[in-house]
């Protein structure tokens, strides 16, 4: 690995930030600077495209790699934050590697948007930190640059599961989207970008007025539904009691979807909490109205989790009655597109220990 790291504080009298600008914006601050457009904009593409960061142009403030982690083919990795109290904080972000069309070898990287998450759902890990910050544009496409320029490898698609609920912090997600998909940085179409959410519909309706802009309209949107009804998902998640399955249902019934694309929705399998076959039904009559592929996660127990993994029958069955049901309907392989997960269900728990061990000592 290289010594490279992506840094965000500006060093006295150097040019504007960039991680976190558009091209166009950051030119228009290079200009306020006296630097001209050309310079600007292929400084902007040395970095983005080449991760060369050295020079005049910009600065960044320091945001060292922290732990990485290898399991097989897939890399753990997390990104420090600044400085002061936030130092022990840390982004988690996970790439994946893929079976893309035709036998392609992708990656997916998952990136977080909050260290913790306000949410508190029941089968989640990053619930029992809670929130303990937002992050920026800049981190967030700092996880991109490290994956990219500091682990070498390209990176194929995008996803909002790991740490945070992305709609809680949605201005600043949709800033980093801005930068990802910028012709002059990382280039990735908004098609390979996929935001997931619990369900907040005032997030839901902002992503409607993004997903409506030219260059945005094939961006994914990912539903964590994980209940057939209120009553189990009161119980998981919390958002529900604030915003039901019903007013759920509505604000995505008005989610502008462009040419083929479809919501995905996420569904965690528990046993004995949502995994039987008459809650499937429930599940699908819910779902008829929408255009959407049902994404089946088998769970994956928390620490302490009052749960165990369901079994590969019960998998199976549930599989089996959502697509007789006439739901288009896969369950999470270890390959391919579909091994995105519910947010909750990726990352690495170990880390997310040490996260909540060091929040604990810093508020003490
Ligand atoms: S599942 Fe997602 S939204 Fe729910 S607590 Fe976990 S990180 Fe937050």
New binding site residues.
């Given amino acids: 690995m290289s010594s490279k790291s992506p840094r965000t504080t500006r060093p006295e009298s150097h040019g504007p930030e960039i991680l976190g600008l558009t091209s166009q914006a950051f030119v228009k601050e290079s200009k306020a600077l006296g630097i001209p457009k050309v310079d600007a904009i292929s400084t902007y593409r040395d970095f983005y495209r080449e991760g060369r960061g050295d020079g005049d142009w910009f600065a960044l403030e320091d945001m060292p790699m922290g732990r990485r982690e290898d399991e097989g083919e897939t890399i753990k990795f997390t990104l420090r934050l600044g400085s002061g109290e936030d130092v022990r904080h840390e982004t988690e972000s996970v790439l994946i590697p893929m079976q893309g069309r035709g036998g392609r070898r992708t990656r997916t990287l998952c990136v977080s948007s909050q260290i913790g ?5 029941d ?5 029992q930190m809670g929130l303990i910050r937002n992050l920026s544009s800049a981190q967030i496409v700092a996880q991109w640059f490290a994956a990219r320029h500091i682990l070498g490898h390209e990176v194929n698609n995008i996803v909002f599961m790991g ?3 992305p709609m809680d912090n949605i201005e600043q997600v949709i800033g980093a989207i801005r930068v990802l998909v910028d012709h002059n940085g990382p280039s990735i179409p908004s098609s390979k970008i996929t935001i997931s959410t ?1 369900g907040r519909i005032d997030g839901i309706r902002r992503l409607s007025e993004l997903v409506s802009e030219d260059g945005f309209h094939r961006l994914n949107l990912a539903i ?1 539904v994980n209940a057939p009804d209120d009553e189990v998902r009161n119980r998981l ?1 919390p958002i529900n009691r604030a915003m039901d399955m019903e007013a759920l249902r509505e604000s995505l019934r008005a989610f502008p979807l462009h040419g083929g694309s479809a919501l995905l929705m996420e569904y965690v399998l528990i046993p004995e909490v949502n995994d039987s076959l008459e809650q499937c039904d429930r599940l699908c009559r819910w779902l008829e109205p929408l255009r959407c592929s049902l994404n089946v996660i088998p769970y994956n127990p928390r620490r302490d989790s009052p749960w165990c993994a369901p079994s590969e029958t019960s998998v199976e069955a549930f599989v089996r009655r959502a697509t007789e049901n006439g739901q288009f309907t896969k369950r999470r392989g270890t390959k391919g597109r579909d091994v995105m997960a ?3 269900q990726l990352g690495n728990p170990e880390i997310r220990r040490r996260q909540r061990r060091s929040g604990r000592e810093a508020a003490s």
């Fill in positions: 998450c306000a949410m508190g759902c089968f989640c890990e990053t619930a740490m945070g609920e619990v964590s998640m519910a947010c909750g």
